[in-house]
């Protein structure tokens, strides 16, 4: 076998014969050019309307007031989230603008 090869020879051991390419090439782009057909999205693309999802809510009761121990009513208050002590937090700060003294009594999940 020869150390150089042709650029015809080349092409042949890469790409195949020229033959079965040109018989190939030939019918196909012609059918598909007929077989494309565009199809315009459907309406179901749209936004979708989600149920909400399940909420965790933890009930917070609270005892304010704005004497020192005097008179003292009970809040309640009702957080979106899991985690007991971010609703404690939020829920005293919320009384806390009504309120001058606030005490936490329980947390519970509703």
Same mark, same amino acid.
């Given at each position: ?18 033959e079965p390419l ?8 012609? *059918? %598909? =050019? $007929? ?6 999205? @459907?309406?179901? &693309?749209?936004? #979708? !309307? ?29 957080? *979106? %989230? =899991? $985690? ?6 939020? @829920?005293?700060? &919320?009384?806390? #603008? !009504? ?12």
């Amino acid at each position: 076998m020869s150390a150089e090869l042709t650029e015809e020879e080349m092409r042949r051991a890469l790409f195949g014969g020229a033959e079965p390419l040109a018989q190939v090439s030939a019918s196909p782009v012609q *059918d %598909t =050019l $007929s077989d494309i057909v565009i199809i315009e999205p @459907a309406k179901a &693309a749209e936004k #979708k !309307k989600v149920a909400k999802a399940f909420t965790p809510r933890l009930r917070v009761t609270l005892r304010v007031g704005n004497e020192f121990e005097g008179e003292t009513h009970e809040m309640v208050h009702e957080a *979106d %989230t =899991l $985690s007991t002590l971010l609703a404690e937090q939020e @829920a005293t700060r &919320a009384a806390r #603008k !009504k309120f001058r003294f606030v005490e936490v009594v329980s947390v519970k999940p509703t």
